[in-house]
């Protein structure tokens, strides 16, 4: 089970920035003085994330109420500063007359707030209060199996490996009714402080205000998304109506339906966002085996978390770019810590914006984790090819730009590259015949999470704007994951249940579109890179490990950071500047061709 994964940048951090007296800027609106500002806040918000950062990593490494205090102390002053800045820059934005560099840091920090608290006095305090209460209560969740107490890491372990439907509906429903239901009044608390906030800023909502981050109006956006789900949406429903059925046949029809939605515990993940943790539930005789597990692998290897980090290195290395730096394994969290409560979920740090790289992870020796670490080192890599850029270009492209530079080089994860490190013998690699079973293995995380991706900003996005009211807050959720995931919950749920707080995310006030936009862009950049390299093979067999002109143009992209629109970097690695679900769907065409076979007969849908 693969984590969902988020990137620690000191602009993501810090936007939040600090703030120079609103006197200093307020004698004149004049391109001028609008860079005499941005280069102040440039300055400013640089100092605060210095500390900032260092106050986030100890809470989320250290969770207590010490340091929870200090998250919120340093969140508050942060946050006031950062809507002062952005208040600022809106004043500046219309002057005429503007440099294009000028105009486009000014956009950024009026934008690029996570949640902005209004001017009321006490609000940012009471905002960052409620978020780290919100991040703290999930760090410190629990589920229970058989009256033992489990950890949020070691239960989302259970749920891919277990295949007794009564104990995945005890772990599910404890997960959630522990962990989110006490979550509820505090989120719906900070959700009217947030848009208060966003409102004062001249965003119609906090979702509205997420949305305009892209070059592109928020309309636009959501179009966007809405037309590449559409794309994708044929291969999903034939993924899903495989999966039914080979759900239904194991557990029988009492248990699973064969027709209609999949009960969601069934899908070997917490939140059935990826399923490839039953692909031996659902993998077919004779094509299902791919005849290797990687987790048999880095076990028998004797892999342990910081050899298995030192792999991930070695991919990025090998394409011309610089050794990690010998800080990163002092100062970055690899296991979870015996003593003490901490955030396990996956993330990439750079403490100082120039080279204090780090991961935050509780690595476990399995196939799940190992494509993890050569995700989260892509968000390393990245930040320390744009540390040379100005503070707010110190990002990627857009937000699914970070995420996608570590997924493709996941999707880069294959049997040849396996056999380049020495992990597979090359006599126990798969034959062509095996290609389905690769295939169908990816699609089970790749595919499926596609609607979810979905769901997670599409539930957001009506919480803000209030089509989605507290009232309704779980209805509208499970509404959600039926119409466009096809999955329902294993137990009833009310209104007393705060479903969607079971999911990282929604605690945390991440945005999820970064992770929605990099299932879809790492197949451009992925094609791209196989291109090339001159791969000649199947392109779901490609490796273009130990390439140093994909190395070099990678790199290249990477050093833009956020200076340029994001079609432009797009552009330059792929030839193309539009996101476009085609080359995932070329991708996985000799899958859909087998699935629709395999589901003749079958009333797909649900």
Known sequence: MKPFLATVSLAALALVPASAPAAQTAAALTPEAARAFVAAAEKDLHEFGLIGARAAWVNETYVNDDTDALATYFGAIGTEKGVKYAKEAARFAAVPGLDADTKRKLDLLRGSLGLAAPDTPGAATELNTLTTRLQSSYAKGRASLDGKVLTGDDVEALMGSTRDPKKLAQMWQSWHETTARPMRADYAQMVTIANQGAKELGYADTGAMWRSRFDMTPQQFEAMYDRLLGELKPLYDQLHCYTRTKLSQKYGAAVQPDSGPIRADLLGNMWAQEWGNIYDVVAPPGVGDIGYSLTDLLVARKYDPVKMVRAGEGFYTSLGMAPLPATFFTRSQLVRPRDRDVVCHASAWNVDSKDDLRIKMCIKPNADDF????????????????????????????????????????????????????????????????????????????????????????????????????????????????????????????????????????????????????????????????????????????????????????????????????????????????????????????????????????????
Not at 510 to 526: D, P
């Open 371 to 606: 494509v993890t670490i050569h995700h989260e080192l892509g968000h390393n890599y990245y930040q320390l090819a744009y540390n040379q850029q100005s503070t707010l270009y110190q990002d990627s492209a857009n937000d699914g730009f970070h995420e996608a530079v570590g997924d493709f080089i996941a999707l880069s994860v294959t049997p040849e590259y396996l056999v380049q490190i020495g992990l597979l013998d090359r006599s126990k690699v798969p034959s062509a015949d095996k290609d389905i079973g690769l295939l169908l293995r990816q699609a089970m995380d790749k595919v499926a999470f596609m609607p979810f991706g979905y769901v997670v900003d599409k539930w957001r996005w009506g919480v803000f704007d209030g089509s989605i009211t507290p009232a309704n807050y779980n209805a509208a959720w499970v509404d959600l994951k039926r119409k466009y995931q096809g999955v329902v919950p294993p137990v009833a749920r009310s209104e007393a249940d705060f479903d969607p707080g079971a999911k990282f995310h929604i605690p945390g006030n991440t945005t999820y579109e970064r992770y929605f936009l990099a299932r879809v862009l790492q197949f451009q950049f992925y094609k791209a890179a196989c291109d090339m390299a001159g791969w000649q093979g199947p392109l779901h067999r490609c490796s273009f490990y130990g390439n140093k002109e994909v190395g070099k143009r990678l790199n290249a992209m990477l050093a833009t950071g956020l200076s340029k629109p994001w079609p432009d970097a797009l552009e330059a690695f792929t030839g193309t500047r539009e996101i476009s679900g085609k080359p995932m769907l070329d991708y996985f065409a000799p899958l859909q061709a087998w699935l629709q076979q395999q589901n003749a007969g079958k009333l797909c849908g649900w």
